[in-house]
């Protein structure tokens, strides 16, 4: 049975830093893009970043202040946040898709597997 976990959500203080995990079971994380995306109440659920074997993609709104990274070995995809800012603030889901292209897809209907989210809160 395929399943993504999501987990490390939390409350942190504006300017903190946050590590989300993104573990799979039943499949091989290593030949799939996965993508990190972020929903927050009202709004759609927007990509933030992915990875594939490939390349790493970020939103404009991420760079410099999230990086992904893949352990294959643990079949897990992390995401590391820094500077986080309310904004930021969201239930943070991870997704997954054997695909084969150059770059990751960045856009929710790309993606076949999904985790059930981990919430981010970002506030004093």
């Known amino acids: 049975q395929v399943q993504l976990v999501e987990s490390g959500g939390g409350l942190v203080q504006p300017g903190g830093s946050l590590e989300l995990s993104c573990a799979a079971s039943?499949?091989?994380?290593?030949?799939?893009?996965i993508g990190w995306f972020r929903q927050a109440p009202g709004k759609e659920r927007d990509g933030v970043t992915c990875?594939?074997?490939?390349?790493?993609r970020f939103i404009d709104a991420v760079v410099g202040r999230f990086t992904i990274h893949r352990d294959n070995a643990k079949n897990t995809v992390y995401l590391q946040m820094n500077r986080l800012q309310p904004e930021d603030a969201a239930v943070y889901y991870c997704?997954?898709?054997?695909?084969?292209?150059?770059?990751?897809?960045?856009?929710?209907?790309?993606?076949?597997?999904w985790g059930q989210g981990t919430q981010v809160t970002v506030s004093s």
């Open positions: 997704a997954a898709v054997k695909y084969a292209g150059l770059l990751c897809p960045l856009v929710p209907h790309e993606y076949d597997y």
């Open positions: 039943g499949f091989t994380l290593a030949g799939y893009s």
């Open positions: 990875i594939n074997t490939r390349a790493t």
